[in-house]
T-cell receptor
Framework: DAKTTQPNSMESNEEEPVHLPCNHS???????IHWYRQLPSQGPEYVIHGLTSNVNNRMASLAIAEDRKSSTLILHRATLRDAAVYYC?????????FGTGTSLTVIP | EAGVAQSPRYKIIEKRQSVAFWCNPISGHATLYWYQQILGQGPKLLIQFQNNGVVDDSQLPKDRFSAERLKGVDSTLKIQPAKLEDSAVYLC?????????????FGEGSRLTVL
């Protein structure tokens, strides 16, 4: 039931910005877009979420396309601790549908 | 604030044996979830509780998996009998309510290996 599409892997240099894309063309009007990340041997942790407007918090920014069919998670300055699998998830209000995520490698 | 607690962290069993995993959510969180994460895949929801009632168990293999949350606090997930394909990490998560506009809090997971 994967409802989001993400690249399998991405690389970034340390201290450079990272843009992680996500396609969710079947999104409905009430679905929230959530991002979680999973460090090795840990459970996923919340990063950010939004509905229509762009969102910022201390960890990242979320840019949502005007038609809401895609979004981008932005890490402003990647650090080695940001190396993880990033999941873009549609929250239908009933359950979270996790895809396979994007594995981010940060190069020192 | 204490996080979501899970035990055991690791379990190795032979096929056809049984196993149980325990989860204690964050205090005050009404909603509890069990996810199965097979190596290289994203987590897949098995069952969702709201207090002590089941909200969604459509993806739970009910012939071998069972889960309960009797007092609306901690929960147990059981597999009996286990199959090789049940080897995975079992993640427990909790949230304040079912509306899910907020945040899911995950435990560190219980890694099951079935031989």
């Amino acid at each position: 039931d994967a409802k989001t599409t993400q690249p399998n892997s991405m690389e970034s240099n340390e201290e450079e910005p990272v843009h992680l894309p996500c396609n969710h063309s079947t999104i409905s009007g009430t679905d929230y877009i959530h991002w979680y990340r999973q460090l090795p041997s840990q459970g996923p942790e919340y990063v950010i979420h939004g509905l229509t407007s762009n969102v910022n918090n201390r960890m990242a920014s979320l840019a949502i396309a005007e038609d809401r069919k895609s979004s981008t998670l932005i890490l402003h300055r990647a650090t080695l601790r940001d190396a993880a699998v990033y999941y873009c998830i549609l929250n239908t209000g009933n359950q979270f549908y996790f895809g396979t995520g994007t594995s981010l490698t940060v190069i020192p | 604030e204490a996080g979501v607690a899970q035990s055991p962290r690791y379990k190795i069993i032979e096929k056809r044996q049984s196993v149980a995993f325990w989860c204690n959510p964050i205090s005050g969180h009404a909603t509890l979830y069990w996810y199965q994460q097979i190596l290289g895949q994203g987590p897949k929801l098995l069952i969702q509780f709201q207090n002590n009632g089941v909200v969604d168990d459509s993806q739970l293999p009910k012939d071998r998996f069972s889960a309960e949350r009797l007092k609306g606090v901690d929960s147990t997930l059981k597999i009996q009998p286990a199959k090789l394909e049940d080897s995975a990490v079992y993640l427990c998560a909790s949230s304040l309510d079912r509306l899910l506009t907020g945040e899911l809090f995950f435990g560190e997971g219980s890694r099951l290996t079935v031989l």
